[in-house]
């Protein structure tokens, strides 16, 4: 059974910093493109940051320079730093496997930056 079980959610002011991590089990990570992904109620989900399997990154013009995802293959887990964080980055944020047709996607975890 594949599980995506991110943590690191909560509430944190403006420019204050959270990392999240999507913990991998019944998959080998590195072996799919490992996506972080963000939703507000009633929208689409939109992809935040990605790493593929040979670990290009990628990132949603927002968060450029304030965010980074980064693998750690032995404890087959995905991070997303998430630096000088604003309030329009309050968001559900969602991990997401994907291996050409097959996609996985965990719970979610909630992020809230407010004063």
């Known amino acids: 059974q594949v599980q995506l079980v991110e943590s690191g959610g909560g509430l944190v002011q403006p420019g204050g910093s959270l990392r999240l991590s999507c913990a991998a089990s019944?998959?080998?990570?590195?072996?799919?493109?490992m996506g972080w992904y963000r939703q507000a109620p009633g929208k689409q989900r939109e992809l935040v940051a990605g790493i593929t399997s040979g670990g290009s990154t990628h990132y949603l013009d927002s968060v450029k320079g304030r965010f980074t995802i980064s693998r750690d293959n032995a404890k087959n887990t995905v991070y997303l730093q998430m630096n000088s964080l604003k309030p329009e980055d309050t968001f559900v944020y969602y991990c997401n496997a994907g291996l050409g047709l097959i996609t996985y996607w965990g719970q979610g975890t909630q992020v809230t930056v407010s004063s």
């Open positions: 019944g998959i080998i990570a590195k072996d799919y493109a």
